[in-house]
């Protein structure tokens, strides 16, 4: 199972981005789908997640800001970002919990794309 995610840049303080990751492989179900942020000297923490059928759970400072959705025919998970500050600068990380058909359930983690708020 591979995660590959697209979508970050140099953006302006107010302004937006949307990150999408999709996921391939043998994949028989995927349960949660998270975005995870990593900044420099930082401990990577989650931004927002998605269960199968929907339910979502945002960090506090990002909520109303960001909206994470997903398409479970396509297995994707997208993370739309609006009103960007410079504290959302961080490498972004897409997390998915698969099940597969050959493995089992395993958590499986994205390459990260980078974000970048300037001010």
């Known amino acids: 199972v591979q995660l590959q995610a697209f979508g970050g840049g140099l953006v302006q303080a107010g302004g937006s981005l949307n990150l999408s990751c999709a996921a391939s492989g043998r994949i028989r179900r995927i349960d949660r789908m998270a975005w995870y942020r990593q900044a420099p000297g930082s401990e990577r923490q989650l931004v927002a997640a998605?269960?199968?059928?929907?339910?979502?759970n945002y960090v506090d400072s990002v909520k109303g800001r960001f909206f994470i959705s997903r398409d479970n025919t396509k297995n994707t998970v997208d993370l739309q970002m609006n009103s960007l500050k410079p504290e959302d600068t961080a490498v972004y990380y897409c997390n998915a919990i698969v099940v597969t058909y050959v493995a089992g359930t395993s958590t499986y983690w994205g390459q990260g794309t980078q974000v970048t708020v300037s001010s």
């Open positions: 998605i269960t199968t059928g929907g339910l979502t």
